[in-house]
């Protein structure tokens, strides 16, 4: 939601995103807070934009991050994992 330097706000950019997009977030996060994925996520819809979020209760920030044991959570992670491949398998071509 903040400017990188002198550009737009990541936010402000959201009509430009040309591919489908997955999120993974945890409740207890603040960055993006829970406020801030209602605001995205009605924003891509604004724009017509595909996406699925999806919010785990009792996670933080990087919860699927395995090599950090305060903030991973193996179970909202294998979760996670199951949706990405199951979205990576929808989205992605393969080549014989």
């Not at 997009?21 to 603040?30: C, T, V």
């Not at 604004?46 to 044991?69: I, Q, R, S, V, W």
Request: aromatic share 12%.
């Amino acid at each position: 939601m903040k400017p990188w330097g002198d550009t737009p706000t990541p936010f402000d950019l959201t009509r430009e995103i040309a591919c489908p997009l997955i999120g993974f977030f945890g409740a207890e996060d603040g960055n993006p807070s829970p406020d801030d994925v209602k605001k995205i996520d009605a924003e891509l819809t604004k724009h017509g934009k595909p996406h699925e979020f999806h919010t785990y209760e009792g996670a933080g920030h990087a919860f699927l991050n395995f090599t950090n044991a305060e903030r991973y959570r193996e179970k909202q992670g294998a979760d996670a994992w199951t949706k990405m491949l199951a979205f990576l398998d929808r989205h992605l071509t393969r080549r014989s």
